[in-house]
């Protein structure tokens, strides 16, 4: 790179001065136009892939409750452990069991 930014009292080949504000706001201004020349070329090159997030996995649960003499039984699915902990301690629940293929209910 060459040092064409602003550099001392004096800025690019100019003979006046310039205040230090002013400095600083050059600079900043000077290598973010660099940066994203480099980020342009960069990409003109590689293509960047974005980062796919892994699909979350559903948790199937048949539970069963008896309320009054009758049993009910219902596939429910869950996104957490958490939540379904809080499904299954709820009264009224006589059994649950997770089912594996979530195809057969």
Known sequence: MKNIYN???????????IGP????YGNKKWRRTVQTEIEDQLC???KFR?????????IWVKITKEINGTKRSH??????EK?????????????????????TK
Do not use: C, W
């Open 83 to 103: 939540s379904l902990r809080s499904a299954v301690n709820s009264p009224h629940v006589v059994r649950y069991f997770y089912m594996t293929d979530k195809t």
């Open 50 to 58: 974005k980062s796919r997030k892994r699909k979350q996995r559903m």
């Open 75 to 80: 596939h429910k699915k869950f996104y957490t």
């Open 7 to 17: 550099k001392g009292t004096f800025r690019a080949h100019e003979y006046g001065k």
């Open 44 to 46: 003109e090159l590689i």
């Open 21 to 24: 504000y002013l400095k600083r």
